[in-house]
């Protein structure tokens, strides 16, 4: 979703997609032909109409203004945005990662709410001040409707939805709390969509009971709230890049990459975020082999469930290859997102910035040829059989929405032959082999060293 640019504030593009349109006529309509005749009997209806526009354009800006406070403090974090786009729903800032704390992700979040509270106050204010100074009714109509509004802005922004702003702080609670931002993505998200049927409960409720635009107004930001908790939650876990820095032209350095493979359930992804976690200061993107993995849509759903996905062939790492090489030269990636429980490729790409380092980790990273040649430094995880079984069991339940015995008898049939004749043969090729999966200090200690190496010692060349 993009539509057309309408102008630039502090770096960020300013964008309105066509739906936009529908709202704001539809906000001026209720106004001119519903509201304002109930509040202003006395005025004529040309007034009448000139309020409704003014009321939807200064509600307008204020939306502007909540969309601004989000991005100005991710801004000051560190996050770039790329562009705040306004469309059917209001309006949405566009960053290029998550927060790296939940401490960030809070004062994000809460920032928009905070303005649309403060412009709140300023019209009620303005419109105090009006009644008692003897405004014109028109004038001090406008203030107090625009007030009114953009309480309603910040309280429906409150609903403790992912990614609505009160998801995003329910979540950086959940994650101040356990420390896992995982999970607490995944509980965001759940109550989002608990959230999103409740309001198009309420919306069907009060469109039986005769305020019909209403009611279809809620049951259709409750689906778009529905769906936005679902695929943000995708999202997240798919890619997670852990830092971005700003695009510096003319004296970029050649990422690092590094690939980290191991056997299904080894401790991978441990691996990947302990190591991330200890190059703060680098900037780190991390790109997973999963999302490489063949769109299955010409299939019928039965027949995919009998593909062998533990085969080098069910990926397409042509592609991976491909992205591995424009980010080593300095360009972005688009890296597909997969649906794990449809099989298929969706829609949309995830666009990967070429950070300082970039980490690729899969079961066959370091099965593949192209693959390893492009790769600055390999990592095997190694794990007993017994232990990797019981992982996958509990992520693909949990997040992949499958069944145990679905899951075992994929294991026996496919995951292991297939591991004992790609992923363990792999292990061969790795510079540094990590014996304990991802409860190893001392090994990611090994891995961080060798990276920061590598940095320095392409930095001394540049010189
Ligand atoms: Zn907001």
Same mark, same amino acid.
């Given at each position: %979703?993009?539509?057309?640019?309408?102008?630039?504030?502090?770096?960020?593009?300013?964008?309105?997609?066509?739906?936009?349109?529908?709202?704001?006529?539809?906000?001026?309509?209720?106004?001119?032909?519903?509201?304002?005749?109930?509040?202003?009997?006395?005025?004529?209806?040309?007034?009448?109409?000139?309020?409704?526009?003014?009321?939807?354009?200064?509600?307008?800006?204020?939306?502007?203004?909540?969309?601004?406070?989000?991005?100005?403090?991710?801004?000051?974090?560190?996050?770039?945005?790329?562009?705040?786009? *306004?469309?059917?729903?209001?309006?949405?800032?566009?960053?290029?990662?998550?927060?790296?704390?939940?401490?960030?992700?809070?004062?994000?979040? $809460?920032?928009?709410?905070?303005?649309?509270?403060?412009?709140?106050?300023? *019209?009620?204010?303005?419109?105090?001040?009006?009644?008692?100074?003897?405004?014109?009714?028109?004038?001090?109509?406008?203030?107090?409707?625009?007030?009114?509004?953009?309480? $309603?802005?910040?309280? *429906?922004?409150?609903?403790?939805?992912?990614? %609505?702003?009160?998801?995003?702080?329910?979540?950086?609670?959940?994650?101040?709390?356990?420390?896992?931002?995982?999970?607490?993505?995944?509980?965001?998200?759940?109550?989002?969509?608990?959230?999103?049927?409740?309001?198009?409960?309420?919306?069907?409720?009060?469109?039986?009971?005769?305020?019909? $635009?209403?009611?279809?107004?809620?049951?259709?930001?409750?689906? *778009?709230?529905?769906?936005?908790?679902?695929?943000?939650?995708?999202?997240?876990?798919?890619?997670?890049?852990?830092?971005?820095?700003?695009?510096?032209?003319?004296?970029?350095?050649?990422?690092?990459?590094?690939? $980290?493979?191991?056997?299904?359930?080894?401790?991978?992804?441990?691996?990947?975020?302990?190591?991330?976690?200890?190059?703060?200061?680098?900037?780190?993107?991390?790109?997973?082999?999963?999302?490489?993995?063949?769109?299955?849509?010409?299939?019928?759903?039965?027949?995919?469930?009998?593909?062998?996905?533990?085969?080098?062939?069910?990926?397409?790492?042509?592609?991976?290859?491909?992205?591995?090489?424009?980010?080593?030269?300095?360009?972005?990636?688009?890296?597909?997102?997969?649906?794990?429980?449809?099989?298929?490729?969706?829609?949309?790409?995830?666009?990967?910035?070429?950070?300082?380092?970039?980490?690729?980790?899969?079961?066959?990273?370091?099965?593949?040829?192209?693959?390893?040649?492009?790769?600055?430094?390999?990592?095997?995880?190694?794990?007993?059989?017994?232990?990797?079984?019981?992982?996958?069991?509990?992520?693909?339940?949990?997040?992949?929405?499958?069944?145990?015995?679905?899951?075992?008898?994929?294991?026996?049939?496919?995951?292991?032959?297939?591991?004992?004749?790609?992923?363990?043969?792999?292990?061969?090729?790795?510079?540094?082999?990590?014996?304990?999966?991802?409860?190893?200090?001392?090994?990611?200690?090994?891995?961080?060293?060798?990276?920061?190496?590598?940095?320095?010692?392409?930095?001394?060349?540049?010189?």
């Amino acid at each position: %979703m993009s539509g057309f640019r309408i102008g630039r504030i502090a770096g960020i593009e300013l964008h309105v997609h066509p739906t936009w349109f529908i709202i704001l006529l539809l906000v001026i309509w209720v106004l001119a032909g519903v509201a304002l005749p109930a509040d202003f009997p006395e005025l004529a209806s040309p007034l009448r109409l000139a309020m409704a526009v003014a009321i939807s354009l200064v509600f307008f800006m204020s939306l502007l203004v909540h969309e601004l406070a989000h991005s100005l403090v991710a801004l000051a974090r560190g996050i770039p945005v790329h562009r705040i786009t *306004f469309f059917l729903f209001g309006g949405m800032a566009q960053t290029s990662r998550d927060s790296r704390t939940a401490g960030e992700e809070f004062q994000i979040a $809460v920032a928009g709410p905070v303005a649309s509270v403060a412009l709140a106050a300023l *019209f009620v204010a303005l419109w105090w001040y009006g009644l008692t100074r003897g405004w014109s009714p028109a004038v001090v109509g406008i203030t107090g409707y625009v007030g009114a509004l953009n309480l $309603v802005l910040a309280v *429906f922004n409150l609903l403790p939805g992912f990614p %609505m702003d009160g998801g995003r702080i329910l979540r950086a609670g959940i994650w101040a709390a356990t420390g896992n931002v995982t999970s607490a993505t995944r509980w965001a998200a759940r109550v989002g969509s608990c959230v999103a049927l409740l309001l198009v409960g309420y919306g069907i409720w009060r469109g039986l009971t005769g305020q019909l $635009v209403a009611g279809v107004w809620l049951v259709l930001i409750g689906l *778009f709230i529905r769906n936005a908790a679902r695929s943000s939650y995708r999202q997240h876990l798919i890619s997670r890049t852990y830092d971005v820095p700003r695009a510096s032209a003319g004296r970029r350095q050649q990422p690092v990459l590094v690939g $980290v493979a191991g056997g299904s359930g080894a401790g991978k992804s441990t691996v990947v975020r302990r190591v991330a976690e200890s190059l703060p200061a680098t900037g780190v993107a991390v790109i997973s082999q999963d999302s490489y993995y063949r769109d299955l849509s010409h299939l019928p759903a039965p027949a995919r469930a009998d593909v062998n996905y533990d085969h080098p062939d069910a990926l397409e790492t042509g592609l991976l290859v491909q992205h591995l090489e424009a980010l080593r030269a300095g360009r972005p990636a688009h890296v597909p997102v997969y649906d794990f429980y449809h099989h298929v490729r969706r829609s949309e790409a995830v666009r990967v910035e070429p950070a300082p380092v970039v980490i690729v980790d899969g079961i066959l990273v370091l099965a593949h040829e192209g693959v390893r040649s492009l790769l600055d430094l390999k990592v095997f995880v190694d794990t007993p059989d017994q232990e990797r079984l019981g992982r996958r069991m509990r992520r693909d339940v949990n997040r992949r929405g499958r069944s145990r015995d679905s899951i075992l008898s994929q294991y026996e049939t496919t995951v292991r032959p297939m591991h004992q004749a790609f992923v363990e043969p792999s292990r061969a090729h790795a510079d540094i082999v990590l014996p304990r999966g991802g409860h190893d200090p001392a090994g990611i200690q090994q891995v961080v060293d060798r990276v920061r190496e590598i940095l320095e010692r392409r930095r001394g060349h540049e010189t």
